[in-house]
């Protein structure tokens, strides 16, 4: 096995302690009420599957399969939302993502469900970047703020490279 990328920035034990508490968080704010849980992926996979493992059994998930980033970058552009459809008519909306950089992603993301009839829409993400937002969006629960670097592992990629990390790490710039 070849040696991980980058430098160490957050373990697997901090990333499997903070999902647990966020999810105790999620199931209190949403009891007694029906939960739709939209995984935006591919970056959250591992993440959402650790967080619906705190949260009740009849939480109702979705995949939608978006992006925005090319490499490092973002293109400016969301892709793949105009193939996202489904009842959300009344229902309670969670979106569920890896990072929270630009804003650009989550903010139509949060639009075109709200479009699709949702009661409430709220967003839960790993991480949140540092950084002046292209749109403004507000995430109710966030895993760890982080410095505005690259990050790879636990899901998140470069390129689709490096994802099955079970710890995050800092890429250093122009990887």
């Known amino acids: 096995m070849t040696r991980p ?9 901090q990333i ?6 966020l999810a105790q968080s999620i199931r209190k704010a949403y009891r007694k009420r029906p939960l739709t ?9 591992f993440f959402v599957v650790d967080l619906l493992r705190h949260l009740d059994p009849d939480t109702e998930v979705e995949f939608w399969n978006i992006s925005s980033y090319q490499g490092t970058r973002s ?21 569920v993502d890896d990072i ?16 699709l009839g949702a009661r409430s829409v709220a967003i839960c993400v790993l991480l949140s970047k540092k950084r002046r937002r292209v749109r403004s969006v507000h ?10 670097e690259f990050v790879v592992g636990y899901g998140l990629d470069l390129d689709q490279r490096y994802r099955a990390l079970p710890s995050i790490r800092t890429l ?3 990887s």
């Not at 990328?5 to 034990?13: R, T």
């Not at 499997?16 to 508490?21: F, N």
């Not at 293109?75 to 979106?95: A, E, M, P, S």
């Not at 929270?100 to 479009?115: E, I, M, Q, Y």
């Open 172 to 174: 250093p710039q122009g």
């Open 5 to 13: 990328p980058g430098k160490p920035y957050l373990s697997a034990s």
């Open 16 to 21: 499997r302690l903070r999902v647990h508490a």
């Open 139 to 148: 995430a109710r629960w966030v895993g760890f703020p982080i410095r505005n």
């Open 100 to 115: 929270l950089d630009s804003g650009l992603t989550l903010h139509r993301t949060c639009a075109h469900v709200k479009k």
């Open 75 to 95: 293109t400016g552009k969301v892709r793949g939302l105009q193939h996202c459809r489904g009842n959300l008519r009344g229902r309670d909306v969670l979106l």
């Open 37 to 45: 849980i939209i995984a935006l992926l591919k970056g959250s996979v």
